[in-house]
């Protein structure tokens, strides 16, 4: 399957707890002020990625705790992203996805099948949009104040967000 991505980071340790492959999507949105990825934003960049091959440069590093899913907007290619994070699941990771939206909007939308995959392979959640007035320097793994580190499958389990600490 294809995905359009902006780029990936290897070996991150500032996009989720141990040392992770991340995946930053293509296409957002969102626009939110002072944006750490503005160049991520437009949908036509980027380049088309074969998630097979994705799944192949993660699987070639055995220091990875797991893989993050960052932006651009993951749910906007929300389809390719759970089958990628389902086989990288099957290989013993977890998977953090970072999303603008927040638990209680992408739970609402019962009728978009592929959100909801998504967070069915989602271990973490990073959600709601960054806001600039609440940027905060000390808060791990987020950029402002508003956006909650969830423990995805208890807040599927509950039916609402469920925060827990990094």
């Known amino acids: ?9 290897n ?9 992770r492959f991340t995946i930053f999507t293509q296409g957002c949105p969102h626009n939110c002020e002072g944006c750490h990825n503005p160049q ?3 949908f036509n960049g980027g380049v088309l990625t074969d998630t097979d091959e994705l799944l192949k440069k993660i699987l070639s590093n055995p ?3 797991g893989v993050t899913f960052s932006g651009g907007e993951p749910f906007c290619q929300a389809e390719a992203l759970a089958e ?6 099957a290989s013993g990771l977890n998977v953090i996805t970072y999303t603008g939206y927040t638990f ?10 592929n959100w909801h995959k998504l967070l069915s392979v989602t271990d973490y959640l990073i959600d709601g949009p960054f806001i600039l ?27 609402r967000a469920i925060e827990c600490e990094p």
Request: proline share 1%.
């Open 1 to 9: 399957m294809q995905l359009r991505i902006a780029g990936t980071v």
């Open 11 to 19: 070996d991150s340790i500032v996009d989720g707890p141990g040392i």
């Open 40 to 42: 991520t934003h437009d």
């Open 63 to 65: 220091l990875l705790d």
């Open 84 to 89: 990628l994070g389902t086989k990288i699941k």
């Open 104 to 113: 209680e909007k992408l739970w609402r939308e019962r009728d978009n099948n």
């Open 133 to 159: 007035a609440q940027k905060d320097w000390e808060i791990k793994f987020r950029g402002s104040t508003n956006q909650r580190y969830l423990d995805c499958q208890k807040s599927i389990e509950l039916g």
